[in-house]
């Protein structure tokens, strides 16, 4: 009966280091992705930034309000200004010049550059949202078995020693309901373990059809 049992922890054991295996090389697989992926989002995001410091850069150089003795055309060099000649006329330019800059100030659309910097970040993101969801999906996956693995090989080093280790299997059974919530993570219909397949076998039909130089 002990026997039977060891033979059966040692399968289970097998089942688990080869299903850890393959996610971690799928794992593997999909790292070098998820790296380019983050360097390229950082730098459309900081461009992104950058334009848009350089939108509140240039609305935050437009004059102030222009006061009663001189004001100062909008959209022109501040270092040109006209003197009024009459009170009536320095008010008239003043409140001109005052309409026209919160027209400027109160507009909503950001510049072109603004609009190109963040359409090249909403096209990158929509890229490569799916490869990120899968990377985080499968990352979980590994850290998830790793925790298990972990806590099953201090069960181990208790039980295998003595003849608890007949009760391995189901203490193996119950830890894995309670960190797999009763789904079975093995199974083909898994979409993990199936998107981890298909990748695989992606990549060796890839490696398979490379010509090999032989020197």
């Known amino acids: 009966m002990k026997a039977a049992c060891l033979a059966v922890a040692m399968v289970l054991l097998t089942g688990c280091a080869t299903a850890l295996k393959q996610e971690g090389w799928c794992l593997a697989s999909l790292t070098p992705d ?20 350089r ?17 100062t055309a909008p959209h022109s060099d501040p270092a040109i200004s006209f003197e009024a000649n009459t009170p009536g006329e320095a008010r008239r330019t ?22 190109e910097a963040y359409a090249n970040l909403a096209e990158a993101r929509a890229r490569y949202q799916p490869m ?22 201090e069960v181990r080093m208790v039980l295998l020693p003595g ?4 009760f391995y299997p189901l203490i193996r059974w119950n830890i894995h309901s309670v960190f797999w919530d009763g789904t079975d993570p ?3 219909s898994d979409p993990v373990t199936r998107y ?11 490696a398979d059809r490379t010509p090999h130089h032989v020197e």
């Not at 998820?34 to 410091?53: G, I, P, T, V």
């Open 55 to 71: 939108r509140n850069a240039a609305l935050n150089a437009i004059p102030s309000r222009p006061t009663a003795k001189t004001a």
């Open 132 to 153: 990120l969801l899968w990377y985080g999906k499968v990352y979980e996956r590994v850290r998830t078995r790793m925790d298990e693995e972990e806590i099953l090989s």
């Open 196 to 206: 981890c397949t298909d990748r695989l076998s992606a990549i060796v039909a890839v």
């Open 163 to 166: 003849p608890g280790v007949i």
């Open 34 to 53: 998820y790296l380019q992926a983050q360097e390229e989002l950082s730098s459309l995001e900081a461009s992104w930034h950058r334009a848009m410091d």
């Open 94 to 115: 003043a409140r001109q010049a005052w309409m026209v800059r919160q027209d400027y100030v109160g507009q909503d659309q950001p510049s072109p550059s603004t609009n």
């Open 186 to 188: 093995d199974a083909e």
